[in-house]
């Protein structure tokens, strides 16, 4: 991980404590995604994430016990093979993980500034907090 000494580190890790990470919380943008897949990632209305430089997140436990879901090559999700939490998603061609929020232990400085593919949105969720709203992704 490339962590700087002015860069606080972050922990996150899966509902079950078996895979555990550390990212710099150096995060360059933050989205609620309410994409069709991310919802049923999340079991949730939309996925808060994190995007990052891949090489600013590690696995630092449990690194062994990951299930990737998609291309190992490319886009892909990355759970916990235990408990089946959703830890990060590699995008963008392989430059860049998501991480999804929910599963920071420690309070990261960004947070989320827009909805995303809003479109696709859960029929039974209402937007209310007054951020932007795209039907696709935005230029970050």
């Known amino acids: 991980m490339t962590d700087s000494e002015t860069t606080r580190c972050l922990r996150g890790r899966c509902l079950c404590g078996a895979v555990e990470y550390a990212v710099a919380d150096a995060f360059e943008y933050a989205l609620n995604c309410h994409c069709s897949n991310c919802r049923r990632a999340t079991g949730s209305a939309f996925k808060a994430f994190a995007g990052i430089e891949r090489a600013s997140l590690e696995l630092v436990n449990g690194a062994d016990g990951v299930l990737i879901y998609g291309d190992e ?59 932007p709203a795209y039907d696709e992704f935005p230029d970050v």
């Open 73 to 131: 090559q490319g886009a892909h999700d990355v759970h916990c093979a235990t408990c089946g939490s959703l830890l990060h998603s590699v995008v963008r061609e392989g430059r860049y993980v998501h991480v999804t929020m929910g599963t920071l232990t420690d309070t990261p400085s960004i947070r989320p500034t827009a909805h995303i593919f809003v479109g696709s949105k859960a029929p039974w969720h209402e937007i209310t907090d007054g951020l």
